[in-house]
């Protein structure tokens, strides 16, 4: 009996410049740590391999909570979704709670993929966060 292939999800933290410190995020400490190791086992049961990659390459400023959703991007190849930021993938966030925010992002992009626009689309969404978009 053949195995069936994971199906594989990335999750890029780009490296973050913050002009605001209350937007600020640690994604080397442990409870992000913590966090997507748990999602890491959870996620495996269902089918999918995920994986996180550190992009210090590029360099997002830091002004408001959609900026930081902008410093995460999630891709799944397999469904044509590449690098594309957690607030594209979510809209609005209910809670402004960034590790919430992934994981929501992590599981649409598993399970309903077609749901999310797509990445040409022009989308501004007010995250709630007091920045003044």
């Not at 195995?3 to 994604?27: M, N, S, Y």
């Not at 994986?51 to 902008?70: E, M």
Request: glycine share 6%.
């Amino acid at each position: 009996m053949a195995c069936k292939a994971l199906k594989r999800i990335t999750v890029t933290v780009l490296d973050q410049e913050h002009i605001r410190k209350d937007w600020f995020f640690d994604f080397d400490g442990e409870p992000f740590k913590r966090l997507f190791d748990g999602m890491v086992k959870e996620m495996r049961k269902l089918g999918v391999s995920l994986s996180r990659v550190h992009n210090r390459d590029v360099t997002i400023k830091v002004n408001s909570y959609a900026d930081l959703l902008n410093a995460v991007r999630v891709s799944s190849p397999g469904d044509g979704h590449n690098n594309q930021c957690v607030g594209h993938i979510i809209g609005q966030s209910e809670h402004l709670d960034i590790m919430e925010d992934i994981r929501t992002a992590v599981l649409r992009i598993a399970f309903a993929p077609e749901t999310i626009a797509p990445v040409n689309e022009f989308r501004r969404v007010c995250h709630n966060c007091g920045c003044g978009c």
